[in-house]
């Protein structure tokens, strides 16, 4: 019995496997999975205090232990973030909201009306007075 395990045909498959491994980053994700945990990836990719900044709206979720719907504002272009810690069938909180990549001068909201709770550079746990 003559057999060819490297004939032309899985040469090619392995060349081919290979580059898609390569270029779909295939170690690296796993590495980066293996490594991290889910939230440190959650937050590497939608920021702490920046971009949707998720690891800011689970902190405060954390340690005030929201029992109701936050409202969300970020002064930046990018998707809502209600969807963080989104409670289906429950109502929001009136009286607090939280602002992420607050900007002075294009906010529609305006401190003075708000108590801080919690602030970490541009994001703010607000509180109506």
């Known amino acids: 019995m003559n057999l060819k ?7 090619i498959y392995i060349i081919l496997i290979i580059f898609l491994s390569v ?20 937050i590497s990719n939608y920021g702490f205090c920046e971009k949707n900044s ?7 979720e954390g ?7 936050i409202k969300i504002i970020n002064d930046e272009s990018f998707p809502r973030s209600d ?3 989104y409670k289906p069938k429950t109502k929001y909180y009136e009286d607090q909201i939280i602002l992420i990549n607050y900007d002075e001068i ?3 909201v305006d401190l003075k009306k708000y108590q801080i709770l ?12």
């Not at 395990?5 to 040469?11: C, D």
């Not at 980053?25 to 990836?41: H, M, V």
């Open 106 to 108: 294009r906010s529609k």
């Open 83 to 85: 969807g963080f810690i």
């Open 23 to 42: 270029h779909f980053k295939f170690f690296e994700n796993t590495y980066i999975i293996l490594k991290s945990d889910y939230n440190q990836r959650l």
């Open 5 to 11: 395990i490297l004939n032309f045909e899985n040469l």
């Open 63 to 69: 340690k005030y232990k929201l029992k109701k719907n």
């Open 118 to 129: 919690e602030k970490y550079k541009n994001c703010f746990y607000l509180k109506l007075k």
């Open 54 to 60: 998720y690891g800011f709206i689970k902190y405060i």
